[in-house]
């Protein structure tokens, strides 16, 4: 490739991208990202990024200035000339809104997949989006990694015996079945219905899981609420240990307090969200998803396929 590797990052999550920096064996290179008094976002690359390949790590999750500022880093990049700019979002917030299911809302995500073409970004890396089609809402080439991988390893190496995969609702069914195929075990569905308007929900598990081993698999956490009301319903039904596995820890609200009472043993998330300011309980692991990405930029900056980083691993 005849133009340098950089990586630059925001505020929102500086460990992960000086944890991908290492693993792609470059430096993280030296950017101001400040606010003046009143709140306004200042954003000055100190080294010069002219003509290299630029990869701008920042994720979009609450306050809504990681997104103002994932904007401005990429104009500054554009503005110094950079090559080729990558906006890599570890997790991509606003992706809930991605269809208008009631009447007068916004399509927030294709709003943000707007912005960030519309700043100069020239392809978009992300992960295990919220949903798939949101891939499309971007007209530049986006590429969609799949957490799979880093947690399919982790429950391997647990050894945990004839696990049940649950999915805690109808929408990560995709989701939950890739993962049982991957640790050999089956699958169980959490649905959850209203009968009536102000009615409380009344919950079905659809497969077996008393006496078993259970993982229940989502792509984020936010309050915890959806999670926790799945773990008590399985444990009902006689299911043993509980895991959870969640690639975005958003954690807001009392989600904290919810899955230290749940009768969860283990919750696995990413590091797609800086986590590193919250007191998190002991039952809740962090695990890094900085190699996968490392591979990923390396792989695009030298104009390679990568889907060898996601081949059988994406949901069925």
């Known amino acids: 490739m005849p133009y340098e590797l950089r990586i630059v990052s925001g505020n929102a999550n500086r460990p992960l991208a000086r944890e991908m920096a290492a693993k792609a064996g470059c430096a993280l290179t030296d950017c101001e990202v400040s606010r003046f008094s009143d709140g306004e976002i200042f954003v000055q690359i100190n080294e010069n990024v002219r003509g290299t390949d630029l990869f701008i790590v920042q994720p979009t999750n609450p306050p809504a200035e990681n997104l103002i500022e994932l904007l401005i880093l990429i104009d500054a990049a554009r503005r110094a000339s950079a090559k080729r700019i990558t906006a890599v979002i570890p997790y ?51 590429d969609h990694l799949y957490s799979s991988l880093i947690f399919d390893q982790y429950f391997t190496r647990e050894g945990l015996e004839n696990p049940v995969i649950v999915s805690p609702d109808v929408g990560s069914i995709k989701m939950a079945r890739a993962f049982s195929k991957a640790l050999k075990g089956s699958l169980a569905i959490v649905d959850k219905r209203r009968p009536s308007p102000n009615s409380a929900e009344v919950m079905h598990v659809i497969g077996e899981v008393k006496g078993r081993t259970a993982i229940i698999r989502d792509d984020m956490v936010d309050t915890a609420g959806t999670l926790t009301e799945a773990a008590y319903v399985i444990k009902e039904q006689g299911a043993g240990d509980i895991y959870a596995c969640c690639t975005h820890g958003v954690l807001s609200g009392q989600a904290l307090e919810k899955i230290e009472k749940a009768p969860i043993k283990k919750m696995v998330v990413s590091d797609t969200i800086d986590l590193s300011a919250k007191a998190l309980p002991d039952k809740i692991a962090v695990v890094t998803s900085a190699g996968l990405f490392a591979q990923a930029i390396e792989r695009i900056h030298r104009e390679e396929t990568i889907s060898e980083l996601f081949s059988g691993l994406a949901p069925e």
């Open 92 to 142: 991509f917030g606003y992706a809930r809104s991605d269809r208008k299911a009631e009447p007068r809302v916004s399509i927030v995500s294709k709003l943000v997949a707007n912005l960030v073409v519309a700043s100069g970004a020239d392809r978009v890396l992300t992960m295990d989006l919220h949903a798939s089609q949101i891939q499309g809402f971007f007209d530049i080439p986006t």
